[in-house]
């Protein structure tokens, strides 16, 4: 890892560490679920000159979460996915490949 992907690393854990500290300053430990993820994928050494390697990323990762118990891991989980799907338009896909383009 480069030295630019490092203060990367650092100033988002910066900002982790932040964040959890707005909840706790406000006192809403008991009242907050929140998940803060980021990942930083980095062409694995090697990976340049080794085609077997080619695909192969190191991940680094930076998270906070604040879950009392499964049921807020859940519930993390499924606001992800379900914010994740309404990106994907109904009427964009019927219109791939036309030209035609809603923005």
């Known amino acids: ?10 100033d ?17 430990e008991e009242d907050v679920i929140s998940s803060f993820f980021v990942a930083l ?10 085609e077997e390697l080619e695909d ?17 891991v859940d519930m993390i989980k499924e606001t992800a996915q379900t914010t994740y799907d309404s990106r994907i338009d109904p009427l964009q896909d019927l219109l ?3 030209g035609i383009y809603l923005n």
């Open 56 to 72: 192969m990323v190191d991940v680094h990762v930076t998270y906070y979460m604040n879950a009392g118990c499964q049921e807020d």
């Open 96 to 98: 791939n490949g036309t």
């Open 41 to 50: 994928m980095v062409p694995a050494e090697g990976s340049a000159i080794d």
């Open 12 to 28: 988002v854990q910066s900002i982790a560490k932040k964040f959890k500290a707005t909840i706790e300053k406000y006192g809403y």
């Open 1 to 10: 890892m480069d030295k630019n992907q490092k203060a990367f690393l650092r």
